[in-house]
């Protein structure tokens, strides 16, 4: 499987390949628009600003060829962390922004404003699987997931939420997928053992899909139910 | 929620991990790619990478060991360890601009922690937040408490005033975007007292963000009391995870004693190992590499020369800077390995009552539950210490030993003669373990050519065989005499009470050489190297196994032991005088290693035994500086006559011996001038 990186020059993205490189797959680092061609499997890493990211993106011109891999030729698309917000609609960070557009949904700032908790949220959650048909494995569930972010996605269509977490008295999503396209707000590559399992695991999914591709639903989630929970 | 954070805080100075003490005195542990990986496999809620180094320059590359990297600072260590960092990484130290912080989020690093910049320009903490958002920055805030109980903040390593307020310093930091605090007391910095709990509380009521509560933490249920007793979000440590095995762990245990729900405990990984791996078919190149230079008589890959020399002497003992063992100076120039033994000297009556307390608490904890196997193992060469161990363990305490000896075929006839005589002298059970001879002399000859020393089989055999054996039999405590680094260059002070560590066997035993290095070299299959296999960590942990050094709870004087040991025991000394040393009772077990393996060490560093023996006399104040000068000028140089044994041992010829050798020299201590390998000496 082809699998690329897209490098935004935001942030660090050596440990998300060092990740990749670890369970066995071979990622190869793409920053150019027309790099995204011809990839399987392309991962959107990302920390930072939201519109700053967004403005690297229009910049680069790289929003079209991404919409085009994931809606056109719906291959898979893996955000992490900034990289799952970006897929949004918007994000209200920093003033309103626009997103990818390719989860419905928007990205809202974290609410500090109850007891117990700090914005931004730095730390391991416990993280809880919400649907038995998603990409994620069944080890997801109850597993810890290393989360730093101030913002979260906040998804229109709640078949998109894949696992959350308790942010406060808030349970937030914290992966989402619709059908080829899946995002996580935590770092697996920060995750130690979960994280990683949960990359082998995610890049076994993948591998699964184009076969998958055949039986999706109109609102354009997959049922996986024939291959059961696949976890590793 | 959030679980709460254990976070082990790791020190560089120049690229070698330090154990820090008061903010000023700074001794040097080793090389920090192996606990970095460890910590990683072990599933470490995050780590903090704290470089203290006052200069941009990074000293790791000693020619005979294995951890290299490029780089020559703290951004070639990130990206080095980036591939096995599988955990959130914090990193601070000379950072001064946003450039400064985009270079460490870039070469791997999550979050960036200012200090002192902070206070110098406090808006760095705001353009850091603008531009890489509040979770990348991290204030730390060293906040020093006076006689009467005010806090003060510092900046620069604790050593400016600044007149700030900590509680007030901590909302501003806030105010400007910074996304957590790290609140550190440098007057606890490694006592060992325990957290200030009252700053810790004062700051985390202060502010909304997380606040990481450092310094002082002494033992394990300091840490829960970080989070239970002033509502820190995460508890961190330096020292303390560098004295035990497993001490991250025991960490988490002691939180979940507590009551305190942290990440559940994790000792081993799918895929990240604990053992180093290595690539064949590049350490094949390097030996021929290595060969290839002998073959031309090129000597080091790096020359040296008379300027590029950095070598300097402690003030009062003999110990250079640039030396086997890692060593640091304090700012009068005194070596640590000074100042720790100044403090051992110094033991009062009650300090020395106490600590026999503590070892007979310690050794109880291991002791057979029905009485059915032995209390405890000593490994054991034979030579003085283990008889005064054995002595001490079995006919002091009464407690019953189980002698292992790992035979590396090099012993002398006296040396000889001692070992098989302990189980007369002490009535005990003796496992010795022989490996065959011809698998032997292969590490022997690959150990020379590899990393300089042809004894690695011996370090690696005593640091292996001991826990193969203790693990087999599930016998928790392990018992060594002294650690020799602590001795001889202080890296550890006598109140961490500092055990045996995987890391101390791979970084300084084995020079980063684990036994899989040398599988497929020379023919040499895993199972062949099966004397040299450590048990695993998961092992360890089941069994609760610990490798204590009796030299922490007793008086010890190598000197007097050998007396004693020979009016009690008829320990026997040696009747020839060693080639290079004056000492006639150290390492009898071993003809080489006071003779061929010590010689390459003055090959590689332009010192040897001679320098360690009067040193530690000096310390101990039965020599003078002056006459150690003599015994140095007389030995250290001497090309020892056991040097024909080892050659004809393992079929090579002196010259090849001596060109290989002469690869190794340190650049930063040997010059060429001609066909002469030329060095500074203390006495020039």
Not at chain 1, 39 to 61: Q, S, T, W
Request: charged content about 25%; proline content about 3%.
């Amino acid at each position: 499987m082809n699998l690329k990186i897209l490098d935004l020059q935001i942030s660090n993205i050596r440990s998300v390949v060092n990740a990749f490189r670890v369970v066995g797959h071979d990622p190869q680092v793409i920053k150019t628009a027309g790099e995204i061609v011809g990839a399987d499997l392309l991962v959107l890493p990302g920390v930072g600003a939201f519109r700053a990211a967004m403005k690297r993106i229009r910049e680069a011109g790289l929003a079209d060829p991404l919409r085009r891999h994931a809606l056109e030729e719906k291959k898979p698309l893996l955000g992490i962390c900034l990289g799952m917000q970006l897929l949004a609609d918007r994000s209200e960070e920093n003033g309103d922004t626009e997103g990818l557009g390719l989860i419905p949904g928007t990205v809202l700032r974290l609410n500090g404003d109850q007891e117990g908790v700090a914005v931004p949220n730095i730390g391991w959650h416990e993280v809880q699987k919400t649907r038995t048909d998603s990409l994620f494995p069944t080890a997801l569930d109850g597993a810890y997931f290393y989360h730093v972010h101030s913002y979260h996605l906040v998804p229109r269509e709640d078949e998109a939420v894949a696992a959350t977490i308790m942010f406060g008295h808030d349970r937030i999503a914290t992966a989402v997928q619709k059908g080829n396209i899946a995002g996580v707000q935590f770092h697996p590559e920060k995750s130690q053992d979960a994280g990683l399992n949960l990359i082998a695991s995610i890049m076994a999914g993948f591998g699964r899909l184009p076969r998958m591709r055949l039986r999706d639903n109109a609102s354009g989630l997959l049922a996986l139910s024939t291959n059961g929970d696949e976890s590793s | 929620m959030t679980k709460p954070r254990i976070i082990p805080v790791l020190l560089l100075k120049n690229g070698l991990l330090v154990r820090s003490q008061l903010f000023k005195i700074h001794q040097a542990i080793g090389a920090p790619q192996h606990t970095i990986r460890r910590l990683s496999k072990w599933s470490a809620d995050e780590l903090i990478l704290l470089d203290i180094s006052k200069e941009d320059f990074h000293d790791l590359r000693r020619d005979d060991m294995q951890v290299k990297y490029a780089g020559s600072s703290i951004l070639g260590l990130l990206e080095q360890i980036s591939e096995v960092c599988f955990m959130p990484l914090a990193t601070g130290g000379r950072i001064r601009s946003v450039e400064d912080m985009r270079q460490r989020l870039s070469a791997g690093a999550d979050k960036c922690i200012i200090n002192t910049a902070s206070i110098e320009r406090p808006e760095l903490i705001s353009e850091g937040a603008e531009a890489l958002g509040s979770q990348c920055i991290v204030v730390s805030i060293d906040a020093f408490r006076d006689a009467e109980g005010r806090y003060e903040v510092r900046s620069g390593g604790g050593s400016k005033s600044t007149g700030l307020d900590p509680i007030e310093w901590a909302r501003e930091c806030e105010a400007r975007g910074a996304g957590e605090i790290l609140i550190n007391s440098i007057d606890r910095d490694g006592t060992g007292l325990g957290y200030d709990l009252e700053l810790v509380s004062g700051v985390v009521n202060a502010v909304s963000i997380p606040v990481i509560a450092c310094g002082g933490v002494g033992k394990m249920s300091d840490f829960p009391k970080a989070i239970t007793g002033a509502g820190a979000s995460a508890a961190a440590a330096a020292n303390i995870f560098h004295f035990t095995e497993l001490a991250y762990q025991y960490a988490k245990k002691a939180c979940e004693d507590a009551g305190v729900h942290v990440r559940p405990l994790q000792v081993s990984s799918r895929w990240v190992t604990r053992y180093p791996t290595y690539d064949l078919a590049e350490a094949q190149v390097a030996v021929a590499d290595r060969l290839d230079r002998a073959r031309n008589r090129a000597g080091p890959k790096r020359a040296g020369s008379r300027d590029d020399n950095k070598v300097r002497w402690c003030t009062k003992c003999l110990y250079p800077s640039l030396s086997a063992t890692p060593m640091e100076f304090d700012e009068t120039g005194l070596c640590m390995g000074c100042r720790v033994a100044t403090i051992r000297v110094e033991w009062s009556d009650e300090e020395k009552r106490r600590r026999k307390e503590r070892l007979v608490q310690d050794l109880e904890s291991g002791r057979s539950k029905d009485g059915t196997r032995h209390d405890c193992l000593i490994a054991v060469s034979g030579g003085k210490d283990s008889y005064f161990q054995t002595h001490y363990i079995k006919n002091v305490l009464g407690f019953n030993p189980l002698l292992v000896t790992y035979y590396g075929n090099n012993f002398t006839e006296v040396g000889n003669r001692n070992l098989y005589r302990m189980k007369e002298a002490f009535g005990v059970d003796h496992i010795i373990y022989q490996p065959g001879v011809e698998n032997l002399i292969k590490l022997n000859r690959l150990g020379l050519i590899v990393m300089g020393d042809m004894n690695w089989h011996n370090h690696i055999g005593l640091s292996s065989i001991p826990w193969i054996i203790a693990a087999q039999f599930e016998i928790p405590i392990v018992i060594y005499g002294e650690h020799g680094y602590a001795d001889l260059c202080g890296q550890f002070s006598d109140t961490d009470y500092v055990e045996w560590t995987y890391r101390y066997r791979l970084e300084h035993a084995l020079r980063g050489f684990e036994w899989n290095y040398m599988v497929g070299m020379d023919g040499i299959t895993a199972s062949q190297m099966f004397a040299y296999q450590y048990p695993s960590d998961e092992k360890i942990w089941n069994i609760g196994m610990r490798g204590l050094y009796l030299a922490n709870y007793v008086e010890w004087d190598g000197n007097r032991n050998a007396a004693l040991m020979q009016e009690l025991y008829g320990f026997e000394i040696s009747e020839q005088p060693f080639d290079r040393t004056y000492r006639r009772a150290s390492n009898l077990d071993d003809m080489h290693e006071n003779g061929v393996h010590d010689y390459l060490k003055f090959v590689k560093f332009g010192y040897g035994r001679c320098t360690d023996h009067a040193s530690k006399d000096i310390r101990l104040g039965i020599m003078s500086r002056k006459e150690g000068i003599e015994m140095v000028k007389k030995y250290d140089h001497v090309k020892p006559s056991d040097l024909a044994r080892w050659l004809d041992y393992v079929g090579m010829s002196e010259s090849d011996f001596d060109a290989i050798a002469d690869t190794f020299r340190d650049p930063r201590v040997w010059w060429r001038d001609g066909e002469t390998w030329c060095k500074r000496s203390l006495w020039d």
